[in-house]
């Protein structure tokens, strides 16, 4: 049996791998982010025909398995057009719009939360629909979904590893490729797994952060 | 003017409003009285656009609110306080206060802000500009809903028992700012008010006019003095029901009233 030693080489190949899954990440996280909540508006108009076609749409990606889905677009999509897609974009596509669906269901939970009385207020005072979303509903419908939406990043990171299967170069691919030189799946997974944990919990900060100043207004008396 | 003509509005198969018609000049504070289910909220959700007429028609001004854009007009000319206070919660007494005037008016902020500070201040409320809602009493809340209604620079104010969610020492302190808003603003063809309140007493003290709302049907509408006449509101039985059941002390059959 052959063990090869690790070198800065394979320190190269986990920071890239690193970074494709950090990048992938956060690509789609913020396209899913904004086509989620853009759905859940629309369903706040009701906006006919539209709305109730997204919402169906938006069901379906909720309701079935991200690698499925990830196949159905990497091998289903050149099948109908005739052309390959690199698995990257298969990946980018695949990943912002299950992104978007869960979006969508946090999004709209948290437009419903928010309490109609300031709402009529609001509309009494002459604010048109589209102010009251922006200046009412949104910034309450965010708060309520920060959490929420730090336990969907922190699962969307997790989630980019599955696109490895397709070929994407990410920290998983690179683990497996690691893996296969050294030998050593125990030490190469360990690293591989910390380094999702270490982005992960990153993430977790920064959202408990954002979920404090989204939240000032019901911190406890300060008189 | 708000010239409230033949209203009818249905919930369901209820009828909840059966031909209401009302008129408030500039100047005039009118009081809306009636029990509970008379339709008194109805009627001031169907002048500020909430409500969906299902007959008649209302105008501030001459401008329809049954008709989207002049609705969007009459919104500018009125402004309603809240039973609830509907504040906007994630925003400082401040910005509640200032949000309407800059975003619906187009006012600048720094001339919008010196306003509402100055408007805090008169009710009491000067330090409390940077506090959210939830740090607030009641009486407070209601404090910041009226200056954030002022703050729009009304012609007409709807209050819609604005002190029945608040203990009586918040209540007085409100109705105290009300009533100087009332005694300041009446016959100036400034701020015209209407009012659904169930404090009888206050109503009497400042209002020009009272209306009486029994069962959607709007029963009586006389000026204050003879409303409470025995041979005015008083000739009524519901009135005089109603009145008696309010304030069984001292509002019956033209018995002394100190105010
Ligand atoms: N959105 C609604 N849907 C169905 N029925 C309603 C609705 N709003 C009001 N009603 C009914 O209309 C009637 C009048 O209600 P309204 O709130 O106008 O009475 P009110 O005079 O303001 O009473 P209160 O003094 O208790 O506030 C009541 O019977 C009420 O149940
Ligand atoms: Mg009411």
Redesign the interface.
């Given at each position: 049996m052959r063990h090869a030693g690790f070198t800065w080489h394979d320190g190269a190949l986990l920071a890239q791998g690193l970074g494709v899954s950090l990048g992938l990440f956060a690509g789609t996280f913020l396209i899913g982010l904004v086509l989620g909540s853009g759905a859940a508006v629309v369903r706040h108009f009701r906006v006919p025909a539209l709305s109730p076609i997204l919402h169906a749409g938006l069901e379906l990606l909720r309701n079935s398995p991200v690698l499925v889905q990830l196949f159905l677009v990497f091998f289903g999509i050149p099948a109908l057009i005739h052309q390959p897609l690199a698995p990257l974009s298969a990946a980018g596509l695949t990943l912002s719009a299950n992104t978007a669906a869960f979006v969508y269901f946090i999004a709209v939970a948290g437009l419903d939360a928010v309490?109609r009385?300031?709402v009529?207020?609001?509309?009494?005072?002459?604010?048109?629909r589209m102010?009251v979303v922006r200046?009412?509903l949104a910034?309450?419908a965010a708060?309520f979904a920060v959490a929420p939406l730090v336990g969907l990043a922190v699962n969307q990171l997790q989630v980019t590893s599955l696109v490895s299967v397709i070929g994407v170069m990410d920290l998983t691919k690179a683990g497996d490729i690691l893996n296969l030189r050294t030998l050593r799946p125990f030490a190469v997974w360990t690293m591989v797994g910390a380094l999702y944990f270490a982005a992960a919990k990153t993430l977790t900060l920064l959202g408990n952060r954002w979920e404090r100043r989204l939240r000032?207004?019901?911190?406890p008396?300060?008189? | 003017m708000i010239a409230v003509e033949g209203v009818v509005k249905r919930f369901g198969a209820q009828t909840v409003l059966d031909g209401v018609s009302l008129a408030v000049a500039p100047g005039e504070v009118v009081t809306i009285l009636g029990s509970s289910g008379s339709g008194k909220s109805t009627l001031i959700r169907c002048i500020?656009?909430?409500e969906r007429l299902d007959g008649g028609r209302i105008t501030v001004d001459g401008l329809d609110v049954a008709d989207p854009r002049q609705l969007?007009q009459a919104?500018?000319l009125?402004?309603?306080v809240?039973q609830?206070f509907?504040?906007?919660?994630?925003?400082?007494v401040l910005r509640n206060v200032t949000?309407?005037p800059e975003?619906?008016l187009k006012r600048p902020r720094a001339e919008v802000e010196a306003e509402a500070q100055a408007l805090l201040a008169s009710v009491g409320l000067a330090g409390k500009a940077d506090?959210?809602?939830?740090?607030l009493s009641g009486g407070q809340r209601q404090r910041v809903g009226i200056c954030?209604a002022l703050a729009?620079n009304p012609r007409y104010l709807l209050l819609d028992e604005v002190t029945s969610a608040l203990d009586p020492e918040m209540t007085a302190e409100v109705l105290a700012i009300l009533g100087r808003l009332a005694g300041r603003q009446m016959g100036d063809g400034g701020t015209t008010m209407l009012f659904v309140t169930h404090e009888v007493e206050f109503a009497r003290r400042i209002s020009t006019r009272i209306v009486f709302l029994d069962q959607g049907r709007l029963i009586v509408d006389l000026p204050t003095a003879r409303f409470f006449a025995d041979d005015g509101g008083l000739a009524h039985p519901r009135i005089r029901q109603f009145l008696s059941k309010m304030a069984p002390s001292n509002t019956v059959a033209g018995a002394e009233v100190t105010v």
């Open positions: 309490g009385d300031q009529e207020a609001a509309r009494t005072f002459g604010f048109t102010q200046h009412i910034p309450q708060a000032a207004h019901a911190a008396l300060e008189l | 500020n656009g909430l969007a919104r500018r009125s402004a309603t809240f609830l509907n504040l906007y919660p994630h925003m400082t949000l309407a975003v619906v506090a959210y809602p939830a740090q954030r729009m």
